[in-house]
């Protein structure tokens, strides 16, 4: 923040956590899920008790009520498809934007850190 950027954080997850009937399925083994779902819970617990605000990617995924986000012809259970992608960049999108709408201009950024006293 000192130097003018604000941090979003994505926190993705393997599309399959979100698909039905759910992990582990055809498309991923058990010790993949388990592996995720731990994973995700330890980053968004980590995120919250340090006060970050974070865009919840498995949310997304699943508010989205769609299916399965494999991409064409590949059975690839961490990276989705186009529409995936869409999805998450629709969560993103406006965390983004308020961040960006919320900033001072660059160069009065510049000027008030300027005039700030140096630390002692």
């Known amino acids: 923040q ?8 994505m926190v993705l997850t393997p599309h399959v956590l979100a698909d039905e009937p759910g992990c582990p399925s055809r498309h991923a083994e058990p010790k993949m899920c388990e592996g995720a779902k731990l994973a995700y819970q330890r980053i968004t617990s980590v995120l919250a008790m340090a006060g970050l605000p974070y865009v919840d990617g ?3 995924y699943q508010a989205s009520g769609q299916p399965a ?4 012809g590949r059975d690839d259970p961490d990276h989705p498809n186009p529409a995936g992608h869409g999805i998450l960049a629709s969560a993103v999108a406006p965390a983004v934007a308020a961040r960006l709408v919320a900033r001072k201009p660059v160069e009065e950024q510049r000027e008030s850190r300027r005039r700030r006293p140096p630390e002692p």
Request: a negative charge.
């Open 69 to 72: 986000f494999f991409p064409e």
């Open 58 to 60: 498995l949310a997304a």
């Open 2 to 9: 000192e130097h003018g950027v604000d941090l979003v954080v």
